[in-house]
């Protein structure tokens, strides 16, 4: 395997709803700040992959006016996947892998404002059998959380202080769209969203971008101080019907970890994708963290959560802590679909 | 051509026609890939990783699908991607599987592409309202159509030559039993007295609105030499953007499909492509796009590709025999189209074509498009392993 580091990442501030800016001009700024930072010219960026979603635009095609904002022309070798885009950027590690790359430049952006995102993405259901129920997003993790409380010890105070640490972590992130000082006690107190969930177990809605830029060994060495470098990524699907799978565990989580080689080697911080509190504690225990490892210095998804994005976000969060020093090795986590049925965790280290 | 060399085992494909009432999204794209793993002497606990392409969403009008179709492509407990680049996407998907063996990261990869065209309607799923735009409901033949109509006027080619190009593809969709439109009683009158769609565009030189389900397997070297059945072998793929819209782009000769090909010749030792290649199954969803193709692939000289139309060399027994399976205009399941290119040239080297076979074809083009005319995947495919 080639040694490749991300040397590079920028997001947009994640908002509610970014108003009468349109995908394009999101973008381009932030794709702007990463390549100025990456220290590579936009020339001598081999491949550039993106990750959207139609549905959230509204719109066939969302990718494809994308590209005025990322930079086309001359024209590129470039691909999209329609999945969060820490896929893109796993599918840019692949190109490198190959030898048809040596860096890549990976964006991924949605304005989820733009429609009902709960309704929107019940189209995510099976067709047939599922969708037509009418079950929506949050619902459907309320279904996952209610199983959770039932099954393991968790109690929904342990939901509310993963959304306490959460918020208050957001307050060093700028890019944050939810931050602040809450308590245990104020949380509960507060009336249930969809038993059990609470408004403050849910991540918000965002609008929002974010790119990071990865390259091969001597490059990344060449551009920047200290690269993040990927030493593990690797991402797996489970079955798509609810009752065929144990929604309290998560399987695929603790596969990709194993392959990625989380566990060889001490962790010190963990950006997991969680939208909703009581997932995060599923993914900490399927990725088997230790207690002193420092989750979701950012904030997580719960401070932001632009989707098709906030999963490559969480990539450049912990990439950006090992580039500055203040982290040595850390884990990146991106979820997909219903209940965390697809995982990808990528495991990043400093020099 | 970079790292590890891949070839393809098994290819799969389902009949292609308007409507597959008798199964699901879900079982048309099982049927791909059972055919494919059949092909390819294979079960699914050999595969390693499933890479699944369709173009928009809304043409099903379900959201991201790879979530739903998981289960039916056996991809549990397995990596699952899915690629999206407009209407290349067929090409793309195969090529993202591809990577994944060139890398050396798996052994084995199962790709599928589909669209049940059927569950909705294409025209209308491409021409939503959005903010900030004019709306344009065109659809993709209104899209290309001016295109057409510029490279007419460029190259002062005859009126007929986009007959020509529906008669020929129609004529080698009659020896493809898969193919969606099969036309018994296909003339030039009966062409030309076809309902005029979009200005110089016939119905009869149109592609129709297909259901169908395309897959294949590939793997790398030691085991596709080991495969029951002549593997074909990847001689390079590319890719290539570049924007809609701005001044001085040229859309009918596009700079990215010029670099796109340049580039996959090149990977694969092509320095003389009308010669080194045996034939080519390029994107051709109005009969026109075929000179234009064969002009923006090096194939002719810019203004020239309609002579070789004309001549009759892209026909099944001419020198550069073009979409022997009868081509885009007579299976148009659009999220696998590109990937039916891709197979079909690699069947071709693969001496597996049927009736449609060019005989002793060792080299063969896969071509896609999509969007605007702006994205392009290519590969090029060889019965010899370099």
């Not at chain 2, 790398?220 to 953007?241: Q, T, V």
Request: glycine share 8%.
């Amino acid at each position: 395997m080639r040694d490749v580091a991300v040397i590079s990442f920028a997001q947009a501030k994640n908002v509610r709803d970014a108003g009468a800016v349109n995908e394009v001009e999101i973008i381009m700024p932030v794709v702007a700040e990463a390549i100025a930072q990456s220290g590579l010219a936009r020339s001598e960026i081999d491949f550039t992959c993106s990750g959207s979603s139609d549905y959230l635009q509204g719109a066939p095609f969302a990718f494809v006016m994308a590209l005025d904002g990322a930079g086309a022309w001359p024209p590129i070798s470039e691909s999209h996947v329609e999945m969060d885009a820490a896929w893109a950027l796993y599918e840019s590690w692949v190109k490198i892998q190959s030898g048809h790359a040596d860096s890549a430049l990976i964006y991924g952006f949605s304005k989820a404002s733009s429609g009902k995102l709960r309704e929107v993405l019940n189209l995510q259901l099976d067709p047939y059998c599922v969708a037509p129920l009418g079950i929506d997003s949050v619902s459907l993790a309320a279904l996952q959380a209610r199983a959770l409380l039932e099954k393991s010890a968790y109690s929904e105070k342990d939901f509310a202080e993963v959304a306490v640490r959460n918020r208050a972590n957001a307050k060093n992130n700028p890019k944050a769209q939810l931050a602040g000082d809450y308590s245990v006690d104020e949380i509960l107190a507060e009336p249930c969203l969809v038993s059990p969930l609470r408004k403050h177990d849910c991540a918000p809605i965002s609008d929002g971008a974010s790119v990071i830029v990865i390259a091969a060994g001597d490059i990344a060495r060449r551009v920047c101080k200290r690269p993040a470098w990927i030493r593990g990524i690797d991402h797996r699907i489970e079955p798509h019907s609810l009752g065929a799978r144990d929604l309290t565990v998560s399987a695929s989580t603790r596969l990709a970890a194993e392959k990625a080689g989380v566990n060889q080697g001490p962790i010190d911080i963990a950006e997991l994708h969680a939208p909703f509190t009581h997932q995060e504690l599923i993914l900490r225990d399927a990725l088997q963290l230790k207690d002193d490892v420092e989750i979701n210095p950012s904030g997580g998804a719960l401070a932001g959560n632009p989707m098709m994005t906030a999963g490559l976000s969480r990539i450049g969060e912990a990439a950006s802590r090992i580039i500055s020093g203040q982290a040595n090795r850390g884990v990146a986590h991106a979820t997909s679909g219903p209940c965390l049925q697809q995982n990808l965790v990528c495991v990043l280290e400093g020099e | 051509m970079s790292g590890e060399l891949c070839g393809i085992v098994g290819i799969g494909q389902t009949p292609y026609c308007a409507q597959r009432a008798d199964v699901s999204i879900a079982g048309l794209c099982r049927e791909a890939a059972l055919n494919a793993l059949e092909d390819a002497g294979l079960e699914w606990r050999d595969v390693d990783a499933v890479v699944l392409g369709t173009a928009p969403d809304m043409f099903e009008g379900v959201m991201m699908p790879e979530l739903y179709l998981a289960d039916a492509l056996g991809a549990t407990g397995k990596p699952m991607l899915r690629v999206h680049t407009a209407g290349s996407v067929g090409g793309s998907t195969a090529i993202v599987a591809s990577t994944l063996i060139e890398s050396g990261i798996h052994d084995r990869v199962l790709t599928v592409t589909f669209e049940k065209q059927s569950e909705s309607n294409a025209m209308w799923a491409l021409s939503s309202k959005q903010p900030f735009s004019p709306h344009i409901n065109a659809g993709a033949g209104g899209y290309f159509a001016p295109l057409i109509r510029s490279y007419i006027r460029r190259s002062g080619a005859p009126e007929h030559i986009g007959m020509l190009v529906a008669y020929k593809d129609r004529l080698n969709a009659l020896k493809n039993p898969l193919a969606h439109l099969r036309i018994e009683d296909i003339s030039m009158e009966k062409i030309e007295s076809s309902p005029m769609l979009w200005d110089p565009i016939r119905y009869l030189e149109s592609c129709p609105s297909s259901d169908g389900a395309c897959a294949m397997v590939v793997a790398r070297e030691a085991l596709a030499k080991d495969a029951p059945k002549k593997p074909a072998w990847i001689l390079g793929h590319a890719m290539r953007s570049e924007p809609t819209m701005f001044c001085g782009r040229d859309e009918v000769n596009p700079h990215a499909g010029r670099e796109c090909a340049k580039d996959v010749f090149n990977q694969a030792g092509i320095t003389d492509p009308l010669k080194q290649i045996d034939m080519a199954e390029i994107y051709v969803p109005f009969s026109w796009f075929e000179p234009m193709w064969l002009e923006n692939l090096g194939f002719a000289e810019e203004g020239k590709g309609w002579e070789m139309t004309d001549e009759g060399r892209t026909a099944l027994d001419g020198d550069l025999p073009v979409n022997c399976s009868g081509g885009v205009l007579s299976s148009n399941a659009i999220g696998a189209s590109g990937m039916i290119r891709f197979a079909e040239a690699a069947r071709q080297v693969r001496g597996d074509a049927g009736d449609h076979q060019v005989p002793g074809a060792r080299t063969a083009l896969g071509h896609a498009y999509g969007g605007g005319s702006q994205f392009f995947s290519m590969w090029v495919v060889s019965s010899e392993q370099p």
